[in-house]
């Protein structure tokens, strides 16, 4: 415990150092108010890293004295890691391991507080379990992901959420629901606030049926201001990974170049064969692809490459109406990451592009089954 006296203007450097939390690694717990009742007090705990006496934790005979009340010595902490730190495990903290802490914590506040108002952005998590602890759609690993180009603007998320209800995809009312429920969630949550003293900019995650992200994504699509967020799973986080030095898409057709009933089929996330989508568009119709040389489930790793695939599905989009005409029925076939899925529905133009009848993966026939219509709203 510390005995020596601290000035006021060290006190408060630290306080703004630390942005009034928790400095102990992986805590950052907020030291200015109560977690049961919200009253706002201070708890907060002013702790030496080399003890203020030389018999004290971590003390020397020199420096003990001369770094008594220097703001390089000092840490804020809660009561918790304050007692860890002096008490309970003095010997598992040393000198080095508390001022790394220190380092890392207050390099972090001062990114934080350093990005302008401009470049905040509100997180919209839309999917399955939010409020769970569990999951990996949640606010902390969505904030996580936006620096340092941006922060968050308001210290909850927008839930966009899919109640787990008893219905299932399987059922012939699923798509319907859930779209329309999707929809006036947007409305209220989203597109009310879309104003200059509110919501300027969007970021997006999104943990849901593909045909339902698709759906999210032509919601937003007249609002430019957003950036759409890829789950990764090594490691497990949000945060946008560099990709690969090269990498390009691959684009093909196949069968009738005149044909009216068109198939899109995006293998990107799986292989999807051709014979599994012909018994539902017909020997006759004209199939085009996108896909890469290795398709699989953790392929997309950059901006780079989903701003890359957001190109490539507009130029096809393009040529297929220009090869087929606009009385063409176009049928989508999705095996896409999660953020291609809502890109889809962001590239999709309702005054220029074909309406789109989306399939979807049923795991209880084992093939594609139609779940939603993007269509120009009438």
Not at 238 to 264: I, Y
Request: hydrophobic residues 35%.
């Amino acid at each position: 415990m510390s005995v020596s006296y601290i000035p006021e203007r060290t006190k408060l450097c630290l306080w703004g150092k630390a942005g009034g939390r928790c400095q102990y690694d992986g805590c950052n717990h907020a030291l200015y108010r109560d977690d049961v009742t919200q009253t706002e007090f201070n708890k907060a705990y002013i702790a030496h890293i080399i003890a203020d006496k030389p018999g004290g934790p971590r003390g020397a005979p020199v420096l003990s004295e001369k770094l008594k009340s220097d703001l390089s010595n000092l840490m804020l902490l809660c009561d918790t890691h304050h007692r860890l730190v002096d008490i309970a495990d003095v010997a598992g903290h040393p000198v080095e391991r508390l001022r790394q802490m220190k380092e890392e914590h207050e390099k972090r506040i001062e990114l934080l507080t350093s990005i302008t108002p401009e470049r905040q952005s509100h997180i919209v998590l839309y999917g399955a379990r939010i409020g769970e602890h569990d999951t990996p759609l949640t606010f902390q690993k969505a904030a996580a992901a936006l620096i340092p180009e941006r922060s968050p603007a308001n210290p909850r998320p927008i839930e966009l959420s899919l109640n787990n209800r008893s219905i299932s995809d399987a059922e012939d009312r699923y798509w319907e629901m859930e779209a329309e429920h999707l929809r006036r969630q947007f409305r209220t949550e989203v597109k009310s606030r879309l104003r200059p003293d509110d919501i300027r900019h969007l970021s997006i995650f999104g943990l849901a049926p593909i045909p339902l992200l698709i759906e999210l994504g032509r919601l937003l699509s007249d609002i430019p201001a957003a950036d759409v967020f890829q789950l990764h799973r090594e490691p497990p986080d949000w945060v946008w990974q560099k990709g690969p030095d090269t990498f390009e898409f691959e684009v093909r057709c196949d069968g009738d170049e005149t044909s009216q009933t068109v198939a899109l089929i995006l293998g990107l996330s799986a292989d999807v064969v051709l014979d599994r989508v012909r018994p539902i568009v017909g020997e006759q119709a004209a199939c085009w692809t996108i896909t890469h040389k290795s398709p699989g489930n953790d392929f997309l790793k950059s901006r780079e490459q989903l701003q890359q695939f957001r190109q490539t599905l507009r130029s096809v989009f393009n040529a297929i109406k220009k090869q087929h005409g606009e009385e063409a029925e176009l049928h989508l076939f999705p095996a896409v990451p999660v953020a291609c899925a809502i890109e889809i529905g962001r590239v999709w133009m309702p005054k220029a592009d074909l309406p789109i009848e989306v399939y979807d993966q049923n795991r209880s026939t084992g093939g594609f089954s139609p779940a939603l219509r993007i269509s120009k709203p009438d």
